[in-house]
């Protein structure tokens, strides 16, 4: 059974950092993409970062130079350090990892950014 377990969400005030953690499990095949997704209340789902097995990143362009994705491949775990929050990053941050043809889903974490 595939399991993607998120951590780190949490309250901070705006300049504040946060750092998201979610391990994967179960996933038998070779993982090639994981990334964090995000949705704001209201809005879509939208991209944050990427990051491939060889370590190729793509980011928002509203997170660039603020936050970093780096993953372990040995544990299967994909990291997202967030620094400089404000309060548009306030949304529900979703892990997301793809095996072949299958993308798996956590069960998101709530990132909330406010004084």
């Known amino acids: 059974q595939v399991q993607l377990v998120e951590s780190g969400g949490g309250l901070v005030p705006p300049g504040g950092s946060l750092r998201l953690s979610c391990a994967a499990s179960?996933?038998?095949?070779?993982?090639?993409?994981m990334g964090w997704y995000r949705e704001p209340r209201g809005k879509q789902r939208e991209l944050v970062a990427t990051?491939?097995?060889?370590?190729?990143?793509n980011y928002a362009d509203s997170v660039k130079g603020r936050f970093t994705i780096s993953r372990d491949n040995a544990k299967n775990t994909v990291i997202l350090q967030m620094n400089n929050l404000k309060p548009e990053d306030t949304a529900v941050y979703y892990c997301?990892?793809?095996?072949?043809?299958?993308?798996?889903w956590g069960q998101g974490t709530q990132v909330t950014v406010s004084s």
């Open positions: 990051i491939t097995n060889a370590r190729s990143t």
């Open positions: 997301n990892v793809i095996s072949g043809t299958a993308s798996y």
């Open positions: 179960g996933i038998i095949g070779f993982i090639y993409h």
